[in-house]
């Protein structure tokens, strides 16, 4: 049976957008520490002062061997023909090692500044090894490969820890039947579950890894459910609570008792997936994870290349074959010609030093330019160029491709790098790298003034932070240099002490006074040059400084221009969007305006329907108007539950109405009162005048001849008169006759007076009772829709006064006017017979008068 | 005051939180301002349909119970009406959040109550009992911490 009773719901809804907004601060607070941490990262990690850092430490170890290599020396020069082959032989393997050195600094270089590529490669082999052991053949690796990348760029998560995530989740469920597209939704729902709920890179990998280990052991407990209950959002654990029926609190005894088993989960997460996809769409790339995605790209791009590993192959195998060339370096330094070794080192080391640095920097310049630009090419949908983020980066691109284009080509076409890149000596260099950074610089803030919006406050921190990176580069360079110096002196004292100094000098060997007189004469020279060359690179090193920090300085204050034009501009535009949606709103509330009143039309019209429907019912129970139209005032008011105050409206109003009602029905009843008053009054009187004339006419008859008719009857003459007539009986007839005369009017009177009386009181009766019937009678039933159309509208009199026109009928009922109607004929019929009678005797009484009085009388 | 971003971010996370249990706190002052109402407007003989406003977290209570105190013209109005509060109070505070509470009479002739059809007393008090907690509720002012008086 259908329940007639009440059930009042309260439940209570925060607004989803209050805490959509709370979350996204939280949100962006957490993207913003790690953004700025991993800023600091990069600034650390993309510094060429890595390369130069491990460069000159080397060139000093490269120092300190040959200066070992001097002192044990004089042990094994033993032999001028010996050490002239040695010589020789070192020079060739010295050229052969620098090639190594040389490719060492280019690796350097490449693992310092591209750290990101090195990074990517081995990434992508440490994937390809995880997923290995989880799949048949390169066909399915290759595949799942591809879907792990696809889910890592969709969750903006790096691809390694899923990968990692991936693999125990595959080995735990695969073994409970899950196919692997079940696995890797199971995986692209905890990921996603946790960029929703805000979970830093540790807090992800903590519950990845505890999941991972409950499925493997079959269960969720312990250790396990308290990560997940603190890391993942609610969502996960309402999900697993759902699949038992109980409630939250309740799944840590549920968990002690071994319940939430790998099955619960496997469904929780199924039932979880609609619910996290959906509140993932709603989240918004951060910067950082932009980068993290970019990440994964350059990871597959780079690990994707067979070219590249190729490369990497070889690089690596260099290295190995550098490092294992350093210990015969040192082994051959062993040997004689040691001041042969440092007049090359003079022109050759500090030549492959800069070559190296120089790779470094054109390194750092391109992969900087190709990481900005991939990043930038791979969001440029996601990331929104203005705070509104109506505009994407896509975009801000077709609008500026032509400045990007050229930006582009500045930073990665090397010709305006070549002085640089071909520079022997450090001023050389130095001066070329400052020709460079101002093209850059000139090239960023050309190119990236436009670009700038899509990045904002974050452009300025790269831009910021590559300030910092070309200061750092600088110095390390000036420290290179110094360094480099220090160690040639080294060089230079270890030769000194052998060739001529304080220690034993090694004379009488062949080769020896060659090689003291030569190496006397460099080791001047070298001393003076490599002062001088101290002083070019510290003078050089801080004049970069001074220009890259004006080229910087003008090109931040050329953005601050730029930035300032488009806060102005977009303030207009906000302006005008505002002045937009104000017109719009003023609209909408016109809109909204006229459908209030039509609604209150509609609303109107329903109240009339009900009301007259109300009264219609009251009518019908013979209630007064008063009721009818109250009923009509408390059906509104229930129904539209419409205020006390407009209530009191209402009824003012109707109280108005129905007063002025009363007037007109009063002053109708009034006037038609008074008018039937005059018609009876009217009536009467000439009822009475009528009756007046017939006695007045009678009375006259008898005065003119009922003396003569008297005497002639009563006289002397009467009696044989009478007997003429009859007899006696004539007089007793005479007598009889004024008798009956007398009689009939009396009796006329009598019966007139005995025939108004009625009349007189049917008219009052129908005066009440047709007034009642008039409020009562079928007319009101005309009446009453009327009047509640005056509730709403001004009152039609005229119209009123015609309802009541019509109930006249009712007031005056038809047998009632038909019997005033009778009166009259009958008075007039009575005043005929009486005029008759006067007429009669009038043309009798001389014959009647001579026969009674004359002779024969 | 957060003191880093990290801590702003938790600060906003433990805001969401108070925000949840507000809302709950909120809700429960609403339950108890129609149940106030809604008993006090109900017109009243025996006191079996005043007895049968009943309080049901998550689900309505469906049940018919006999008046708590029954009576005739009133006679038991103040001991009958006291007790439906109470008990309405006692299930209320069970409410915490993430749900329903509902306030339900399932006394079959409640409806004519509520229409004026019945009883010569004033009808619509269902719908005056809502509309007075939207108007109290209307005025409470809240923060993170709790609720304030209206």
Redesign the interface.
């Known amino acids: 049976m259908a329940?007639?009773?009440?059930?009042?719901?309260?439940?209570?809804?925060?607004q989803k957008s209050?805490?959509t907004q709370?979350?996204a601060?939280?949100?962006s607070?957490?993207a913003?520490?790690r953004h700025?941490k991993s800023l600091q990262v990069s600034v650390n990690s993309l510094g060429v002062a890595t390369v130069t850092g491990r460069l000159a430490p080397g060139l000093v170890r490269t120092g300190q061997a040959a200066d070992r290599a001097s002192r044990s020396v004089k042990t094994y020069a033993a032999s001028a023909r010996t050490a002239a082959v040695a010589n020789r032989n070192l020079y060739n393997s010295t050229l052969e090692t620098f090639r190594g050195l040389r490719t060492i600094a280019s690796i350097a270089a490449v693992i310092g500044a591209g750290r990101g590529f090195v990074g990517a490669l081995d990434t992508y082999q440490q994937l390809e090894n995880r997923l290995k052991s989880i799949t048949d053949g390169h066909e399915q690796l290759g595949a799942v490969m591809r879907k792990l990348f696809n889910i890592a760029n969709e969750t903006r998560t790096p691809v390694l820890g899923l990968a990692t995530a991936y693999q125990r989740y595959d080995k735990a469920l695969s073994r409970a039947g899950a196919s692997q597209q079940e696995v890797l939704d199971f995986t692209t729902t905890i990921a996603k579950a946790l960029k929703i709920a805000?979970a830093t890179a540790t807090e992800t990998e903590s519950v990845m890894l505890q999941l991972g280990q409950a499925l493997t052991k079959g269960n969720l407990d312990g250790e396990e459910l308290r990560a997940l209950r603190e890391n993942a959002p609610i969502e996960v654990m309402e999900a697993l609570a759902n699949v038992l029926g109980v409630n939250v609190g309740q799944l840590k005894e549920l968990g002690r008792q071994g319940l939430i088993t790998t099955s619960v989960m496997r469904q929780a997460f199924r039932d979880l997936k609609i619910t996290v996809d959906r509140d993932f769409a709603q989240t918004l790339p951060t910067v950082s994870e932009a980068f993290v995605v970019l990440g994964n790209k350059l990871t597959q791009f780079f690990g994707e290349n067979e070219r590249v590993r190729a490369s990497m192959k070889a690089l690596a195998a260099g290295i190995i074959n550098a490092a294992n060339n350093v210990p015969d370096l040192i082994r051959k330094l062993q040997g004689l010609g040691a001041a042969m070794l440092v007049m090359k080192l003079q022109s050759g080391a500090l030549k492959i030093s800069l070559v190296g640095l120089i790779t470094a920097f054109r390194t750092l310049a391109i992969v900087t330019g190709a990481a900005l630009v991939g990043g930038l090419v791979a969001y440029r949908n996601e990331l929104k160029v203005t705070e509104d983020e109506m505009v994407t980066f896509a975009d801000a691109i077709k609008t500026h491709w032509t400045l990007l284009k050229k930006f582009l080509e500045d930073i990665t076409i090397e010709t305006p790098a070549e002085d640089l890149f071909s520079s022997d000596t450090a001023s050389e260099f130095f001066r070329a790298s400052v020709e460079l950074v101002k093209k850059f610089t000139v090239a960023m803030t050309i190119g990236f003034n436009k670009v700038s919006k899509v990045f904002g406050s974050a452009f300025v921190e790269v831009v910021q932070g590559m300030q910092i990176l070309w200061l750092k580069f600088v110095n390390n360079v000036r420290i290179g240099a110094d360094e480099l110096v220090t160690s040639f002196q080294i060089v230079r004292n270890s030769v000194r002490e052998l060739f001529g100094g304080e220690s034993t000098p090694v004379t009488g060997l062949i080769g020896t006074a060659f090689a003291v007189d030569t190496t006397k004469a460099e080791i001047g020279r070298l001393e003076r040059n490599l002062e001088i060359f101290r002083k070019k690179t510290k003078q050089s090193a801080k004049e970069a400084a001074e220009e890259i920090n004006f080229e910087f300085d003008l090109a931040f204050k050329l953005l601050e221009g730029q930035y300032r034009a488009t806060a102005d501009a977009r303030v207009a535009a906000e302006e005008a969007a505002a002045e937009k949606i104000l017109k719009a709103n003023q609209t909408l509330r016109l809109k909204n305006r006229q459908k209030e009143i039509e609604d209150e039309q509609f609303r109107r019209e329903r109240f009339i329907q009900a009301s007259n429907e109300r009264i219609q019912d009251a009518i019908g129970k013979n209630k007064t108007l008063v009721e009818v139209v109250r009923a009509g005032i408390v059906e509104e008011d229930?129904i539209n539950?419409i205020s006390n105050q407009k209530r009191r409206e209402y009824e003012r109003e109707t109280s108005r109405v129905l007063k002025e009602e009363w007037n007109a029905v009063a002053t109708y009843i009034e006037e038609r009162t008074r008018q039937m008053v005059e018609v009876v009054r009217s009536l009467l009187t000439q009822i009475s005048n009528a009756i007046s004339g017939i006695l007045s006419s009678l009375g006259s008859i008898l005065s003119q001849n009922g003396l003569p008719l008297s005497a002639a009857l009563l006289g002397p003459g009467g009696p044989s008169f009478l007997s003429k007539l009859g007899g006696t009986g004539v007089a007793a007839q005479g007598s009889a006759f004024a008798g009956s005369l007398l009689n009939a009017g009396s009796a006329g009177l009598q019966g007139i007076q005995n025939y108004f009386s009625p009349i007189t009181n049917i008219v009052s009766d129908a005066f009440t009772s047709g007034i009642q019937q008039a409020i009562r009678s079928p007319q009101l039933e005309t009446l009453g829709p009327e009047l509640q159309q005056t509730l709403e509208r001004s009152i039609n009199k005229d119209d009123l006064a015609g309802s009541f026109r019509a109930a006249q009928v009712s007031i005056l009922p038809p047998e009632t006017a038909q019997g005033i109607r009778d009166a009259q004929l009958g008075i007039d019929n009575l005043s005929s017979s009486l005029q008759g009678m006067y007429n009669l005797s009038r043309s009798n009484g001389p014959a009647i008068e001579n026969a009674v009085c004359g002779p024969g009388g | 005051m957060?003191r880093?971003?990290?801590s702003?971010?938790?600060?906003?996370?433990k805001?969401?939180r108070r925000?949840?249990f507000t809302?709950?706190k909120?809700?429960r002052e609403?339950?108890s301002i129609?149940v106030d109402v809604l008993v006090d407007r109900t017109p009243i003989d025996t006191t079996k349909a005043v007895s049968n406003w009943q309080v049901g977290i998550n689900r309505?209570v469906?049940t018919i119970i006999p008046p708590h105190f029954p009576g005739k013209l009133k006679s038991t109005e103040y001991a009958s009406t006291r007790e439906t509060k109470n008990l309405a109070e006692e299930k209320i505070k069970e409410y915490v959040?993430?749900?329903?509470?509902?306030?339900?009479?399932?006394?079959?002739y409640?409806?004519g109550l509520?229409n004026?059809t019945i009883s010569a007393q004033a009808?619509?008090f269902?719908?005056a009992?809502?509309?007075s907690a939207q108007l109290r509720l209307q005025n409470l002012k809240i923060n993170v911490s709790g609720l304030v008086a209206p």
């Open positions: 329940t007639i009773g009440i059930d009042i719901a309260m439940r209570d809804r925060i209050i805490q709370i979350d601060i939280g949100r607070a957490l913003s520490d700025v805000g229930r539950q | 957060a880093d971003l990290r702003l971010a938790g600060r906003m996370r805001l969401n925000l949840e809302a709950g909120i809700t609403a339950a129609v309505p469906r959040k993430h749900g329903v509470i509902y306030v339900s009479n399932h006394v079959p409640i409806q509520n004026g009808s619509g269902v719908e009992a809502v509309v």
